[in-house]
């Protein structure tokens, strides 16, 4: 019973890493853009929250209010004076330029607020917990996390499969100069592909703020869990995505259970298994 | 006499080092259709590509309805009512028959064109319209890029080499359809290879020979002889 | 009539005098240098060598790696373990470390090269990441916080600590040079030519009847060879490890990425140009921490978006000098 309870804890946590991944999926999908600053942002959401709670005195989880256009805000403005600038066929230049991104975000991040570490308290919901029956239970928070993930997942794939704009975001990722021959702007279209992938990132941020400590370093790992999620799920797959997260939160879980040592080494270890035995990820759509 | 609908201005175009175009001027009236004819290598392509706003130009070099669009970025001429069928097709091929008919009408553009005009015009595509656009038949393909380049209600219409890789009776059914789109006001520039099916469908003929214009005049009087010359530079 | 091919240009041969020059007088710096001078000057030489390594693997084979570190800290842990738990002598232990680097990174290549691009970057992340909580678990040398290698490993070196500094700074003085020159002589062979048609056109090349998967696992293990040596170099002069230190994303990949970027990559003198700009920051900005960090970033942002060519890029491009005989035309001997 306690192992299914392990594993019911991972299957949750794997959510929050979906939300990780989601955003870093989904610009790769339309942009061919990997953003090495992805974890970074999700931690600058965190602080944004942080400082939205602190001078507005909301909840976090309303924060979101706020935090969620801001980020969308710097994600546009990032995409049309930066990194439009390094899209073409040679991948140095996104990777180095969000590479000089996340060092800039992290020192900025400690120069303004020291590395110490904080948390955002969300109240009485952080230990309300629901009981399934048989001894299993599970947090309030983190269903919630998990049930917002999936919504955001949903809501991702409904947007891209069903709206003009989805059908913009797939035409100029298939074939940018006949895009515009749709009337479609290719700058604008990137740009606001970036501002929807940082507006995931400010919900992952938020409850990333609420779940536990954070400070301006933990991004990197973000970024790997996000990564690990998506190429373990199939790359161009949104639910892979989901599954690939929640393999990874499992695979932490019974790692931490068997040594609290193990837990970080054991989301690797299923990373690389996977990538051994089917690195086309387990739910392929796209040969990236 | 009217003002034409579009002007083509001792047009000069390149890919980096390598010069396409010299001089090319062109024109043409409301309603009229011309072709653009010539070997491969002519520049007939990059003609096109030059009016859609694919390849950069002098300001003044391309106008449309009296304006000069040289500078205007692609995406914005065809909000002006260009619009392009590609070289190739070029359908997305993330996209649906139906998606790609969609976008093509992103704008929102007034005009006679709508979906269901466009499954009047070609009603093979109805019946696969949420099949993958690039699953179809070449011919259906071209009826597709076709479509989408219509469902932007243009004033102008340009074809880059519709005819490419398709068997001749599917170039026919396809040519049968031009009566029908010149129908409704649009003007047309064809490009094409297929020499008959140009001279058939068009009133006016240019033909390119190495980036500059060999040849122009009315399709019905232009000798055989003439254009054989113009055309291979003999 | 015959067909020869001339490497060297007029401002090489300079160069190459230059170089030779520069050298005699490092050599020498043990008589003319303070302890301090000849610590900064290995520290330089690491770099160099760093960044000429990482500089081949992305600037020249396309591999695009932000995961070196992983080999610094295999390199480095590697000597701490072959001199404390075998009784290896330091000195020895040094190539020895590499060339067990150069067996590992056989089964990592295997893998991560099932990622492309942007993805096989972030997949080196994640094997240094692996490498660093193995280490971390390893309590026979420190575990999580690390351990200093005993006086009677460092007085094995030399007797008197005056020679064992100069030692240390010939050996990095030599490790350098060799690898500088091997990379030169890599680019000069058909192998250098083989890497040129790759980085400029994959596809091509590989229809050319270039192996380029092996060319690129040759490279990947080579600099993992020569990675693993600077980083046992390395903690050999700083004496203390740890998991953190050894496997640092900031001090093995982001400096030595920004002094490529900035110096110019995909050019052999690059990284060398780059070293001195980034040393030339450090000793006027280092003060400021975090901020000098972000700054840092800040350049290499720019240079990237507006002279991706690097320093030396445009120097090269303005005057057409090299420094060092990698140019290739065709002579013919009547």
């Not at chain 2, 003929?205 to 009315?218: I, N, P």
């Not at chain 3, 790696?65 to 610094?72: D, E």
């Not at chain 3, 192996?211 to 990947?220: E, S, T």
């Amino acid at each position: 019973m306690e192992w299914l309870n392990i594993i019911l804890q991972g299957i949750l946590v794997g959510g929050l890493y979906a939300m990780f991944a989601a955003g870093l999926s989904l610009i790769f999908g339309v942009m061919r853009l990997v953003n090495i600053a992805h974890g970074d942002l999700i931690v600058l959401a965190a602080y944004v929250a942080l400082v939205v709670t602190d001078t507005l005195g909301l909840n976090p989880l309303l924060s979101l209010v706020v935090v969620v256009p801001v980020m969308a805000l710097i994600g546009y403005a990032l995409q049309r004076l930066v990194l439009n600038r390094t899209l073409g066929d040679d991948l140095l230049p996104p990777l180095l330029v969000t590479f000089g991104l996340s060092v800039i975000i992290q020192n900025g991040l400690l120069e303004l607020f020291t590395a110490d570490s904080r948390k955002l308290q969300a109240g009485a919901i952080e230990t309300a917990s629901i009981h399934l029956g048989g001894g299993l239970a599970v947090g309030t928070l983190p269903l919630l996390q998990f049930a917002v993930a999936v919504a955001v997942i949903g809501g991702l794939q409904v947007l891209f499969y069903r709206t003009a704009l989805g059908r913009a975001f797939r035409a100029t990722s298939d074939d940018q100069p006949v895009a515009q021959l749709m009337g479609l702007d290719n700058r604008h279209v990137f740009a606001l592909a970036m501002a929807l992938s940082l507006a995931v990132v400010a919900i992952a941020g938020v409850f990333l703020a609420v779940r536990a400590n954070f400070d301006p370093s933990i991004g990197p790992a973000r970024l790997i869990f996000g990564f690990e999620a998506v190429i373990m799920g199939g790359l161009g797959s949104l639910w892979g995505t989901l599954a690939g997260g929640i393999i990874l939160g499992v695979a932490q879980a019974i790692g931490a259970q068997l040594d609290p040592g193990w837990q970080l080494l054991a989301g690797h270890i299923a990373f690389l298994v996977v990538l051994a035995l089917r690195p086309e990820g387990l739910f392929p759509k796209v040969q990236g | 006499m009217p003002e034409p609908l579009l002007e083509v201005h001792a047009l000069d175009a390149g890919y980096g080092d390598f010069q396409a175009l010299f001089g090319v001027s062109l024109t043409l009236a409301a309603g009229q259709v011309v072709a653009v004819i010539g070997a491969n290598g002519a520049g007939k392509s990059t003609l096109l590509k030059s009016i859609a706003g694919l390849m950069p130009s002098r300001r003044d070099a391309v106008m449309f309805e009296g304006a000069a669009i040289g500078d205007v970025p692609a995406h914005r001429r065809v909000a002006r009512g260009i619009a392009l069928v590609p070289e190739g097709r070029r359908l997305f091929p993330s996209l649906t028959v139906e998606e790609n008919l969609l976008i093509g009408g992103q704008l929102g553009r007034a005009g006679p064109w709508t979906l269901a005009r466009i499954h009047e015009l070609f009603p093979v595509l109805s019946e696969r319209r949420a099949m993958p656009a690039t699953s179809l038949s070449g011919g259906q393909q071209q009826m597709v890029a076709i479509g989408r380049a219509l469902m932007s209600n243009p004033k102008l219409l340009l074809c880059d080499e519709i005819s490419l890789g398709l068997a001749p009776i599917v170039v026919r059914e396809i040519y049968a359809r031009l009566p029908a789109i010149v129908g409704q006001g649009l003007s047309v520039v064809i490009v094409e290879q297929d020499i008959v099916q140009a001279l058939a469908a068009a009133a006016q003929v240019y033909c390119l020979q190495e980036g500059r214009v060999a040849l122009h005049g009315a399709a019905s009087s232009l000798t055989r002889e003439a254009i054989s010359a113009a055309y291979f530079g003999v | 009539m015959s067909v020869k091919v001339a490497h060297a240009t007029p401002s090489s041969r300079i160069g190459v005098a230059v170089f030779v020059i520069g050298l005699l007088m490092l050599a020498a710096a043990p008589y003319w240098g303070d302890r301090q001078s000849l610590r900064l000057l290995a520290e330089i030489f690491a770099y160099v060598a760093l960044a000429s390594l990482w500089n081949l693997l992305a600037g020249y084979a396309g591999l695009v790696s932000v995961g070196q570190q992983a080999y610094v800290g295999f390199g480095a842990y590697l000597l701490f373990a072959l001199t404390m738990l075998l009784d290896i002598p330091p000195l020895a232990a040094i190539p020895l470390a590499g060339l067990a680097a150069a067996i590992v990174a056989v089964p990592v290549a295997a893998l991560i090269f099932r990622l492309r691009g942007h993805y096989f970057a972030i997949g080196t992340w994640v094997v240094a990441e692996v490498f660093r909580l193995l280490a971390a678990q390893v309590s026979v040398l420190g575990g999580g916080s690390g351990i200093s290698l005993p006086i009677s490993i460092i007085t094995a070196i030399a007797p008197t600590r005056q020679w064992r500094e100069f030692i240390i700074y010939w050996v990095a003085l030599a490790l350098v040079v060799a690898i500088l020159l091997l990379i030169v002589w890599l680019l000069r062979s058909r192998y250098g030519l083989a890497l040129t048609a790759i980085r400029d056109n994959e596809l091509a090349a590989r229809s050319n009847g270039i192996d380029v998967r092996r060319i690129k696992l040759a490279i990947y293990v080579g600099v993992a060879f020569g990675t693993a040596m600077i980083g046992a170099l390395i903690f050999l002069q700083k004496i203390r490890i740890s998991p953190d230190t050894a496997f640092s994303v900031n001090d093995w990949t982001a400096f030595v990425i920004f002094i490529t970027v900035i110096g110019g990559i995909g050019r052999v003198e690059g990284p060398i140009i780059g070293t001195v700009v980034f040393f030339l920051l450090r000793q006027t900005l280092a003060d400021l921490g975090s901020l000098y960090l972000l700054m840092l970033g800040a350049v290499a942002i720019v240079v990237m978006l507006k002279a991706p060519k690097g320093i030396w890029g445009l120097i090269a491009e303005k005057f057409g000098w090299q420094m060092f005989p990698l140019e290739r035309r065709l002579t013919t001997l009547v």
